[in-house]
């Protein structure tokens, strides 16, 4: 019995895993884009912007329409998204208007008219904090246990020439703070456009579509400056939409691409307050690792404040010269690790992964593989009954009993 047992059970697993490649079940609608990215587009030899600070453009053209996305380090990094409704549209930066740093207008997409939403995503600052109780939670910290910020728009950058990588749409900012803690440390942020759907190779192996990209954040090597110091990121959201006021925690499954987390965190704009319909997104999944090569062991939990609107546009260059009429401010803090986690000063590295994109998010599905082995583990007892008697039903119908033969 087990011979055909395991072969019926191969042929279940082979089938579904290539039924479902063709029906697309796990590879959600197939969208693509044709995806090129420039570094500093349409500057010339009038003027130089300041020593590791670019603008990097990724245009990524679908099938009538067009996704941009923008990565500039002058002033605090960010990571803009402009999706229009043309395959054709265009970016147009007024470069001397743009580094005098106070030219809003100065970074267009034309046909403006075409734009159908926009969004942008703006790393602020660094909060570290002495976690003397280990508490991990920097919302309840009385304000002496808080070290003035490292503020991000104040970093010195690294050339951006080397790390832009225009064939794989990926560019990497590294920079640090002028401080004497932060001499041996590096702020990190990897870059990565796509032209289709797919997984991150590192974890949290966040899905991503033709509609987004990702960005992955590590700090390292900075000298603590307690003997119990956590970090805090701040995030700052700008949108065209209205930013939703709460982060939503949408329960996800435990596959073999992130273990042991079941949650996924999505921060979402909608067309109006109320609205349900999602017009852009950010995304992670709510975990932060502790080693540049990590092992189940090595992940930590982190956690994010409520968004809290703000008044005035965040410190980037980019939003700054983008965002002219009408958008919404909002930030919040994520802060990394639990209470009885390591602190910083442990491994000195800390790294988290977050995706932005336009449309629907990507929705997390359970895996092939999962879903194979719970088939074949359902599925074999009732198409071995199935088989069993269509060959029953066969051979009673090929085979008359002999009693039955007719007599000449
Ligand atoms: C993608 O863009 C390149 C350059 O713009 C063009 O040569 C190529 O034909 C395009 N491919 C498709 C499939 O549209
Ligand atoms: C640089 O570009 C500007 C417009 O973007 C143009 O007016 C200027 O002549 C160009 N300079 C050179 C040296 O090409
Ligand atoms: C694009 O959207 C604008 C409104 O935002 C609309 O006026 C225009 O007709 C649309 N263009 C296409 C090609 O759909
Ligand atoms: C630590 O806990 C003690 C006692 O609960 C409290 O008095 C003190 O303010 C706390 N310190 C910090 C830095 O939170
Ligand atoms: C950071 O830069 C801003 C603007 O350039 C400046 O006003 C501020 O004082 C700087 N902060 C620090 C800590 O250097
Ligand atoms: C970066 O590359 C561009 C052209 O590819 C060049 O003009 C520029 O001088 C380079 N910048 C640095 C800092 O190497
Ligand atoms: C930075 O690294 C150098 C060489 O490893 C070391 O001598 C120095 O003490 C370090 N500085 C800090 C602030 O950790
Ligand atoms: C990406 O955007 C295009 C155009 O808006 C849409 O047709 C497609 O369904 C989207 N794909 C995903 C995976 O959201
Ligand atoms: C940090 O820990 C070291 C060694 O455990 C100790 O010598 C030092 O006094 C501590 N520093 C502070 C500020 O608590
Ligand atoms: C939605 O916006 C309206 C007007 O801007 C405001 O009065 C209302 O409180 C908002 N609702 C929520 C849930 O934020
Ligand atoms: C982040 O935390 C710091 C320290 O508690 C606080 O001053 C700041 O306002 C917070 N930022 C946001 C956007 O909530």
């Not at 032209?195 to 990702?214: D, F």
């Amino acid at each position: 019995m087990t011979g055909p047992a395991h072969t019926v059970q191969f042929c279940a697993l082979v089938s579904l895993l290539f039924i479902s490649r063709c029906y697309g079940l796990f590879s959600g609608d197939g969208y693509r884009r044709n995806v090129s990215m420039e570094l500093n587009p349409g500057l010339n030899g009038s003027v130089a912007p300041p020593p590791g600070v670019g603008l990097i453009h990724v245009r990524a053209v679908g099938s009538g329409d067009t996704l941009h996305v923008l990565l500039s380090n002058l002033g605090a990094p960010a990571l803009l998204l402009a999706h229009t409704n043309s395959s054709s549209s265009s970016l147009r930066v007024d470069w001397p208007a743009f580094l005098s740093g106070q030219a809003s207008g100065s970074v267009k997409v034309e046909p403006e008219g075409s734009v159908q939403f926009s969004g942008a995503a703006v790393f602020t600052r660094l909060w570290e904090y002495d976690d003397a109780n280990d508490t991990a939670d920097p919302e309840h910290q009385p304000a002496s246990s808080f070290f003035p910020p490292y503020e991000l728009q104040n970093f010195s950058w690294e050339d951006l020439n080397k790390s832009v990588n225009v064939a794989e749409h990926t560019a990497t900012l590294c920079g640090a703070d002028r401080s004497d803690t932060f001499t041996n440390g590096s702020f990190c942020l990897a870059f990565a456009a796509f032209e289709s759907e797919g997984r991150g190779q590192a974890w949290p192996k966040l899905l991503h579509s033709a509609n987004s990209s990702q960005i992955q954040m590590w700090l390292e090597g900075v000298t603590p400056r307690s003997n119990h110091s956590r970090f805090a990121l701040e995030l700052q959201a700008v949108s065209s939409g209205e930013l939703r006021q709460k982060v939503d925690v949408i329960k996800s499954i435990d596959d073999e691409y992130t273990p042991s987390i079941f949650k996924l965190s999505q921060w979402a704009s909608s067309p109006t307050n109320t609205s349900s319909r999602v017009l852009g997104y950010t995304q992670w999944k709510p975990v932060a690792y502790l080693k540049a090569n990590p092992v189940t062991e090595d992940s930590t939990p982190c956690r994010n404040s409520e968004p809290t609107p703000q008044g005035q546009l965040p410190p980037s260059g980019l939003v700054k010269a983008f965002f002219t009429e009408e958008y919404k401010a909002s930030g919040l803090n994520m802060s990394f690790g639990i209470s009885g986690n390591p602190f910083y000063g442990t491994s000195e590295y800390l790294s988290w992964t977050v995706l932005l994109g336009v449309g629907s998010p990507p929705l997390e599905s359970f895996s092939p593989l999962v879903i194979a082995i719970m088939a074949v583990g359902l599925g074999t007892p009732l198409v071995l009954i199935l088989f069993g008697g269509i060959y029953i039903c066969i051979r009673k119908a090929t085979h008359q009993p002999d009693g039955y033969r007719p007599i000449n």
